[in-house]
């Protein structure tokens, strides 16, 4: 059986798809439609991967019968997207005429406290997709879904950014905890590396001088397979409430995330080495809390 799964999102909203696709691909042909960078981490893991920035997606939100997509066939279409009017529901009918269509919103109602991977789980259980929810979910948060594919590494990986400023402690804090990390390190040989995204374009002078200060690296706004060559050298990645935060619990790296204005109930990352450190008023003790769990 042919399902397509389809969800328009940033990076950790796309890659909440993992514990389904890891549950599905054993018995089903799956394809996904959604938006880079997420779907290029999907890819592998699926028969067939879409950019719903090309190819004639966005037919799908608008008015009309011109609807020509890269895929034409599937038996299940399960979609998480807003569709108050039910133009997008109608839409994709017209091009999957024997499909099983189900249209679900992208996350839990406001206020839940389910995560939003197990909430798609469940959606697609709904949508009569045999599934076990619950395990597959527990599954997700014991072993790496992303695989790692190289042992060991001895960079720690700072990543002071997220999509939302909201998410995000001060560079100040971000330098304090660089340095007390380096200062406890047991070793020499190993490498401190701050990671930018577009969301810190204004910052990035302050965080190269303080890197060049901390005898640290800076590495600005990596490519997909860049980013993926780095996570794979380190042994530690400490972030906020990010997607690549997420991509690197994935990937069974020990990661640290801070949350700060988020729900961990909601959005703590999936994987095997992943330590939560909900925000406070005491910003000593977050960062004492960050030094312990990270064994520095």
Known sequence: MKILLIRAG????TLMLMPCIDALKKEHQIAVA???PGIAFLAPYTNECFDMERGGWHKLFVSGDDIDLPVTHADHVIAFVNDRDNLFAANLKKVFRH???NIFPPFPEEGSETHVALYMLRKIKSAGI???CESQFQIACRKPL??????GGSRIMLHPGSGSEKKNYSADFWFELASAVKDRL?????????LLGPAEEQKFGLFKQKAEELDAGIIICPDNRSLLELLKESCLYIGHDSGVTHLAAMMGINTVVLFKNSSPACWHPLGPGVKVIKSGEDIKS???EILESAGC
């Open 186 to 194: 047991p070793s020499k040989s190993s490498e401190i590396l701050f």
């Open 34 to 36: 959604g938006r880079n």
């Open 130 to 132: 045999n599934i076990d």
């Open 10 to 13: 940033a990076l950790g909203d």
């Open 146 to 151: 992303i695989q790692k594919l190289q042992a």
């Open 99 to 101: 499909a099983d269509i």
């Open 286 to 288: 977050i960062r004492a």
